[in-house]
């Protein structure tokens, strides 16, 4: 118990943040994922072959290449991809891009991926006539949208988008190969300094899993929420 | 584009796809056996013996997979008790270390597989086994499993593939598999995006060749 109190003496406070970090981190990634969801999920249904292929070589690509090799290219292709724009303006130092920026990003990019999948299956299983319906009524395109189709695809998407969330935070663990201070580059530090990694690990593993629980939770609440009138 | 680079690191990477192989195949099978015993645990009517199975699967899918391997071989090799019995000529070893935390894992989303595969089997089914005279055991063995196994074939698929990619942990652990030598080739040579390609490229037809195996089985197998 003293490996964890808080202070210079313990372990406790870097742990709390690095805990904190993990959670900023996830919920980043899964909003860059939202983003390219927003982006992707459109050209999956469009009835352009091209833009299909786009589409589908992104989901392909992502669910088919582990979380680790993606992390590696961006962790070593971003700071190629930034110090090549920047000598382009004359600057030839090394530049080193923010951990927390390219793992957000990396683990943001396979969660859009994973987020593109639900809410494609998610629109598709809407009734036909609710599309009509709308049409019917004469709103316009977002009124349709907004009004109509979201509300109905988030109930549907609501349980499958808290397996994707699970996964994103599951996913930050790899970040640490970059050195970004999250749970496990903690646990790492404090198992290398105090020679205790079976403790710091299992406790890493607590951390974990009080954080799908805890999130869990919360899920099932909004999931409620959103199943109002069914 | 280097595409000498890219040529020259093939053979590199299609050998280590080999190690990748191996890791993936020899846990999936230690793992297939870990989540059918589970998944009958679960079914099991005793509280504490299906308490116990919850409690194995629910600590494996809500913990990520670096971890586990991370306890198993820096965590374990602490215990001094250990050190002495036979158990430590595996647990010295990465590879084994890799492949135990492969097996417990995937063993776990095995066993929620197939315990709602069990679960969907229809009642009549059984029923009409009971009332042809055939015993419970046979019932199981001959009825419950092979139609649970065949229900729960896309979602095992689905758990093949995510675990092809779970062994790329393998390479924190010094493993050199192919994602441990590509991340080696990157970090001598500075060209991320060619590695990239061709290591991706090796995944996505492994993926593709495991996806297509599983589809075949799922027709072959199939009710109609």
């Known amino acids: 118990m003293e490996l964890l109190a808080f202070g210079d003496t313990g372990w406790g406070d870097e742990l709390f943040y690095a805990t904190l970090m993990t959670i900023a981190v996830s919920i980043t990634a899964m909003f860059i994922g939202f983003l390219f969801a927003l982006i992707f999920t459109p050209l999956k249904l469009s009835k352009n072959k091209f833009l299909n292929f786009i589409a589908n070589s992104y989901t392909t690509i992502i669910r088919g290449v582990p979380e680790l090799l993606v992390i590696y290219l961006f962790f070593f292709g971003g700071t190629g991809a930034v110090m090549f724009v920047a000598s382009i303006f004359g600057y030839n130092e090394y530049i080193e891009i923010n951990a927390f920026i390219t793992g957000a990003f990396a683990i943001g990019i396979i969660s859009g991926a994973y987020s593109t999948e639900v809410f494609r299956g998610a629109i598709q299983s809407i009734d036909k006539g609710q599309f009509e319906a709308a049409n019917v009524l004469g709103l316009n395109k977002f009124g349709k949208f907004f009004k109509i189709i979201l509300p109905q695809t988030l109930r549907l998407a609501i349980p499958n988008l808290s397996n994707v969330w699970q996964i994103t935070l599951k996913d930050t663990s790899l970040i640490s190969v970059t050195g970004l201070v999250e749970i496990m580059r903690q646990s790492y530090i404090a198992a290398g300094s105090t020679r205790d990694p ?5 406790f890493a593993a607590v951390l974990y899993l009080l954080l799908t629980f805890v999130s869990m939770k919360l899920i099932n609440r909004l999931e409620v929420r959103y199943s109002r009138g069914y | 584009m280097d595409l000498e680079l890219m040529i020259n690191s093939f053979p590199k990477l299609l050998s280590a796809a080999v190690i990748t192989l191996k890791l993936l195949s020899v846990s999936l099978i230690i793992g297939l ?3 059918l015993l589970f998944a009958i645990l679960r079914l099991n009517k005793n509280i504490f013996i299906n308490r116990f199975a919850y409690g194995y699967s629910y600590v494996f899918r809500g913990t990520p997979l670096l971890v586990q391997i991370f306890i198993i071989y820096f965590g374990l090799g602490q215990i001094e008790y250990l050190r002495s ?4 000529a595996i647990l010295k070893e990465p590879y084994w270390c890799a492949i135990i935390a492969f097996a417990l894992n995937t063993g776990a989303y095995t066993s929620e597989i197939l315990r709602s595969a069990f679960q969907t089997i229809k009642p009549g089914i059984i029923e009409a086994g009971k009332s042809l005279g055939i015993s419970s055991k046979v019932i199981f063995y001959k009825i419950q499993i092979p139609i649970a196994i065949r229900q729960s074939l896309p979602a095992y698929g689905n758990e093949i593939i995510l675990m092809m990619k779970g062994t790329s ?48 089985l799922e027709k072959k197998y199939s009710f109609n």
Do not use: R
């Not at chain 2, 590695?195 to 599983?214: K, P, R, S």
């Open chain 1, 198 to 202: 079976l403790f710091f690990y299992s």
């Open chain 2, 169 to 216: 942990l393998a390479s924190t652990v010094t493993i050199m598999d192919l994602t441990g030598v590509a991340k080696y080739i990157i970090s001598t040579t500075f060209k991320p995006i060619e590695v990239f390609i061709v290591a991706g490229g090796i995944y996505l037809f492994m993926t593709f060749i495991i996806h297509n195996f599983i589809k075949f």
């Open chain 2, 33 to 35: 056996f870990i989540g």
């Open chain 2, 85 to 88: 019995t036979v158990l430590w």
